[in-house]
């Protein structure tokens, strides 16, 4: 199978002319602090590290990115959001989506995804006895352990109101 072909099925369109192999070396910067990519990267294969630096000039590891993976997909999501430091742990090979050429198609692709998600996500609750709410808090709390209830609105945009909703039932 061709490279490019391998990511296809995430995508509601053809995003192969989109697309470029691109390697890169140990030590070699996928995507610097501070910076807004250009690209959504499709790691093929390799190893990386997501990490930040800090104002003091310490740096954090927050994460080991190891293929197949996307790199950049929340930068794409949030207009505001600039990168963390991405670099190559070993020598990476991945597609370049270039951002600027499909970014409305890509955003696209998200908004169809996350309403497929939330109807089988509501199914799966309405099945278990639960609201598509409590459901949320609940995956919530598995995935981040304590969390206040602000945590949980501010997540999911939803009003006060329903969080006290969701906790009185």
Known sequence: LDSKELIQDYFGFDIRPYTSVIRFEPD?????????????YYMLSGRAKLFITHRNGNTTLINFLDSPCFVGEMELLDEEKVSEGVMAM??????????????????????????????????????????????????????????TQKQICDSYLLPKQTMNHVFTV
């Not at 070699?28 to 959504?40: F, K, T």
């Open 90 to 147: 070993t020598s990476c090979t991945c597609l370049a989506i270039h951002i600027d050429e499909c970014k409305e198609k890509l955003l696209n692709d998200v908004n169809n995804a996350i309403i497929k998600f939330r109807g089988i996500y509501s199914a799966w609750s309405y099945e278990h006895g639960i609201s598509y709410n409590e459901m949320l808090v609940l995956y919530t709390l598995r995935e981040h352990g304590y969390c």
């Open 28 to 40: 070699e910067m996928i995507l610097r602090e501070g910076e807004r990519p250009s690209y959504l």
